[in-house]
């Protein structure tokens, strides 16, 4: 015996309710019912069903992405090491050629002082003023420094972590499925 489908059963409903009662209010309220109950049976089954495949998906990708999640993030973190790294180096080079200014400016000043007899007064402002700026710069570029390792000690930190909790998920719950 043949099963009446959803279609079929509306179809039979829409008959029957429009031979009883003729006028046309209860024809659109019944169409409409209709109308209603199949798109929603329709859109609750392919919603039901596109969400069980995505959980399967989902399910299968996850073991995937816990390796490529910490790669990626290993790898990110070492790009941002490497460039606090070259900023220090940069920072370093910068408090050497401060220095190097330092005593160039010191030594033509001495030149100047013996040679062109230049007052000792504007010769003691200026070195004072160059020696405050240093002062300064080289301040600035110790706690920019300090910061930096300290932002790589707390990466360092946070990429063993991550790599801790990778390692127990493989070694403690893989195995367990």
Known sequence: MNRLSGSDAGFIFFYIITLKYSFPGVVVVV????????????????VVIEVVILVIIVLAVVQLLLVV????????????LVEKIVLVVVVA??????VVVVVVVVVVLVIAVVLVQVEVV????????VVVVVVVVVVVVVVIVIVVVIVIVVEVA????????????????????
């Open 31 to 46: 169409v409409v019912v209709v109308v209603v109950v199949e798109v929603t049976i329709i859109v609750v089954v392919v």
């Open 69 to 80: 999640v910490v790669v990626v993030v290993v790898v990110v973190v070492v790009v941002v």
């Open 93 to 98: 080079v910068e408090v050497v050629v401060a």
């Open 122 to 129: 504007v010769f003691v402002v200026v070195v004072v003023v």
């Open 158 to 177: 946070l990429v063993a972590s991550v790599v801790v909790v990778f390692v127990v998920v493989i070694v403690e719950v893989v195995p367990q499925q």
